[in-house]
């Protein structure tokens, strides 16, 4: 089992900018591939960013760009920089461990960007 905690989230004005944290316990978080995630009210989940074990990583067109997803393995944490947010990024913010068939998620953390 491995549990996942977000931290960083918050209102924000639009045009600004936030640093998303995801810790994660157990000593395998670097082989995951770690993965950020939004989900606003009323709609599904989605995949933002992810991050390989290697460091490759991928992006949703909605935040490539203006979103940084990285590691630091010392510290068994995937980070998520935000910046130049929009009201429609507004959401919680989940983040996911993937290795194998294993998916674990955190509780997820709010942000709320006002116009």
């Known amino acids: 089992q491995v549990q996942l905690v977000e931290s960083g989230g918050g209102l924000v004005q639009a045009g600004g900018s936030l640093r998303l944290s995801c810790a994660a316990s157990g000593n395998i978080f670097s082989v995951a591939t770690m993965g950020w995630y939004r989900q606003a009210p009323g709609k599904q989940r989605d995949m933002l960013a992810a991050?390989?074990?290697?460091?490759?990583?991928n992006y949703a067109d909605s935040v490539k760009g203006r979103f940084t997803i990285s590691r630091d393995n010392a510290k068994n944490t995937v980070y998520l920089q935000m910046n130049s947010l929009k009201p429609e990024d507004t959401g919680v913010y989940y983040c996911?461990?993937?290795?194998?068939?294993?998916?674990?998620w955190g509780q997820g953390t709010q942000v709320t960007v006002s116009s």
């Open positions: 991050i390989t074990s290697g460091g490759s990583t």
């Open positions: 996911q461990f993937a290795l194998g068939l294993r998916r674990y």
